[in-house]
């Protein structure tokens, strides 16, 4: 273990404070916002959904993603070598490496479904362009989807695609690669999302979608539901699971956790928020179900794109800034990988990269699978693609981020903790109690009511 203070060299740094805003950006904003959000809100009734979201990112996200950014710049290396010199440092158990381990494998399982989804996005621009969807009646629009899932081979191509689109940017590594993609496609992606937006609103129920998002009905909420909003809450800020914390170990000792945290949740807040405002008036304005579950956008929004004028333009614009937001977010759930075989085991970034790749592209025929020769493969009811995500989402990310408010709260010195955050006393303040106690209860609380432990 190399020590903590010998830090990174600075071609291995974010060169601003703005880069290192927009490639945490890049990560927060994907799949999450933009087709995750909208259908589980959709599936949870709404505005009470939304409620307890918000609250989640307010109360734990914001701070937690604090939290994980000061473990990386501290620990200036990938998350297992991090935690483990942090754990030295404060004379600690060498286990707490363990919290870097989970966070790898996390990225990794994560990144094994994402790319499947992320498929699908980039597979519908040419379909999109095509202008196939004016043609086509609401119902063929939706079996057309159904075909594309059925077909392994079609899923298998889109998916690879989007592995090496990922591999050949992370390959070329942290400035060249992650800081150059994120200034050039993090703009882009809150302008298409902005001009969606205003497309909606002239053609769409908005005032309708307002409500449905933001007037909250608790009868509508179930136990379920409120770990679901727990788990996506880290998972749209990339919580949890060692992307934060390798980000972290790029940034300059100069840039300002606190601060530039707070920016990240708030673009990745707006990000779903207008999400949710792109694609509630279309689906309202079309008479369609927002409880469509993961086909929600694929089937919806090409009904509606093909009804309205323009549609085959603005639905062209929208499955690219998917796939935009998808491909910077994958990134991040490898790059937690990559640093570890490249600091840790000493392979090169090229070949690191390979063997990361081939790994996922391997786990990731489970997901495709689970959409049509495996969709009767069920544990416990669930798909091998359900399966994964409420691992991943409802318990590994949740499980990584108590893990880390528990070390930086209770093991890291506070005079540390408080060095890296930089932040006057009573924010810093703020910050400790809600590591210490507020965060841990909360998530213990959460985990034990979704087990049937407590009843809420
Ligand atoms: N935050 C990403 C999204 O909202 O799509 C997904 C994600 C990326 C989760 C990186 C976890 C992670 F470590
Ligand atoms: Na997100």
Known sequence: ISNPSAGRMPAQQW???????LVAAGA????????????????NGGGAFVL???????????????????IGRRGQQNPVNSMAALAQEAGASPLWKNVGR????????LLSFYVVVAGWALAYIPLTASGVFAQ???AEIGQQFDAHLHNPWVLIGWGTLVLVLTLGIVGRGVRSGLEKAANLLMPLLFLFLVILVGFAASSGHFAQAAAFMFSPDFSKLSASGILLALGHAFFTLSIGGGAMMVYGSYLPKSVSIVRTSILIAILDT???????????????????????GPGLIFVTLPIAFGQMPFGTLFGTLFFVMLSVAALTSAFSLIEPAIAWLTEKRGMSRLKACLLGGGGIWLLSLGTVFSFNIGADWTLAGKTFFEALDY????????LGALCMALFTAWVMKPEHTAEELGARKGVLRIWLRLMRYLVPVIILVIFLQAVGVIAL
């Open 102 to 109: 989970l966070g790898v494998l996390t990225g990794f399982l």
């Open 270 to 292: 707006a990000a779903a928020l207008l999400a949710g405002m792109a694609i509630f008036p279309i689906v309202f304005a079309h008479g369609l179900e927002p409880a469509g």
């Open 391 to 398: 691992l991943t989402s409802g318990w590994m990310l949740p």
């Open 136 to 138: 086509l009646q609401p």
């Open 15 to 21: 060169s601003t404070r703005l880069a290192f805003v």
């Open 52 to 70: 307890v979201y918000l609250a989640c990112i307010a109360v734990l996200g914001l701070p937690l993603l604090m939290a994980e950014v000061l």
């Open 28 to 43: 927060a904003v994907g799949l999450g916002n933009i087709w995750k959000f909208p259908y589980i809100a959709g599936e």
